[in-house]
């Protein structure tokens, strides 16, 4: 039987956690660690009192409530090893079913990271290390023919170009680099920038330019210029390894395999020369549009 908390805030959700037919375990685990991070230091019945109510939830939770808890005791000094020991082990199921339990665990996670908002995408990205069992490959840098493809098709305010170049460069799902041209707050192109190689400059003229949402607001590219040089390499990697696992996945490209393709390529986006036009005409107001606060 789960004890009373020593919160008087928590008592009506112990006990409504406990009643049947009401499943409320994960919200209560999520509010149990907010609130314990909140409290810079606890007294050891505080400790036992979090360390017994989180153990007695977490076997009952799905993976993004373990995710977001990890995320948030990591970076919390002195959180209790015990809780972040059993949130990575949490029961294996039986191996028969393993694959299905992976692909559903992959899903939620990769829905957890789009349905956050831009603080809780950040401690995702913070703490992807923690939340990993095996380390992940470092991408290749795409070749600069893609980079150009990408910032030529934002330039041009052409969504779906750009999706289309972003999913065979990452090896995603359409649906998913579609999910991620389009997304209104801007972590998921940064997170693309990162693995893909790209400069800072390049990245914020992408921006400025992709999405009227991100590119209206001057704190929105300074808070995702801030991100891009903060962002680990290895935590990028390792949330584009989560999204190749998610829908069907394209082959990951860096140069134009066929004659053909290049040709086609050079069709379907601007020349070179168009290419330079449009940066000359553009670049000037961006440098005094990033410039102001």
Same mark, same amino acid.
């Given at each position: ?22 499943? %409320? ?7 149990? /660690? ?8 606890? =007294? ?6 979090? @360390?017994e109510l989180?153990?007695?939830?977490? #076997? ?12 948030? &005791? ?9 809780? &972040?020991?059993? !949130?990575?082990?949490?029961? *294996? ?9 992976? +692909?559903? +665990? ?21 703490? !992807?290390?923690? $939340?990993?069992?095996?380390? /992940?490959?470092?991408?290749?840098? *795409?070749?600069?023919?893609? %980079? ?57 003229? @992408? ?9 209206? =607001? ?17 935590? $990028?990697?390792? !949330? ?18 066929h004659r053909?393709?290049?040709?086609? #390529? ?5 020349t070179p ?9 553009? +670049?000037?107001?961006?440098? @005094?549009?990033?410039? +102001?606060?």
């Open positions: 039987m789960m004890k009373s908390s020593p919160d008087p805030k928590l008592d009506g959700l112990v006990n409504l956690a406990c009643r049947d037919g009401v499943d %409320i375990r994960p919200t209560l685990l999520r509010v149990l /660690t907010d609130l314990y991070v909140q409290k810079p230091k606890h =007294s050891a019945e505080e400790e036992t009192q979090y @360390i989180a153990l007695g939830l977490i #076997g009952a939770v799905d993976a993004p409530t373990r995710v977001a808890v990890i995320a948030s &005791l990591s970076s919390y000094p002195g959180a209790p090893a015990t809780i &972040l020991d059993k !949130l990575r082990g949490t029961e *294996a199921p039986p191996s028969s079913a393993n694959s299905t339990q992976n +692909e559903a +665990e992959t899903n939620d996670l990769v829905q957890l990271f789009f349905f956050a908002a831009p603080e809780e995408r950040r401690l995702i990205l913070g703490n !992807l290390d923690a $939340a990993a069992d095996a380390p /992940t490959r470092r991408s290749s840098p *795409a070749s600069s023919e893609v %980079i150009r493809r990408l910032e030529t098709a934002a330039m041009q305010h052409n969504t779906g170009e750009f999706s289309r170049t972003l999913e065979r460069a990452l090896g995603i799902s359409h649906v998913l680099a579609e999910r991620i041209a389009r997304d209104h707050s801007g972590e998921p192109i940064v997170v693309a920038a990162k693995v893909l190689g790209m400069t800072g400059a390049v990245l914020q003229r @992408i921006l400025l330019f992709l999405n009227p949402a991100i590119g209206q =607001s001057v704190e929105r590219i300074y808070d995702l210029a801030r991100l891009f040089d903060e962002l680990r390499p290895a935590a $990028a990697d390792r !949330l584009v390894a989560i999204w190749r696992k998610t829908g069907v996945q394209s082959k990951p490209i860096h140069e134009p395999v053909d393709d290049k040709q086609h #390529g050079a069709r379907s986006l601007s020369a168009q290419h330079r036009s449009v940066q000359s005409r553009t +670049e000037q107001p961006s440098r @005094i549009k990033i410039g +102001e606060r």
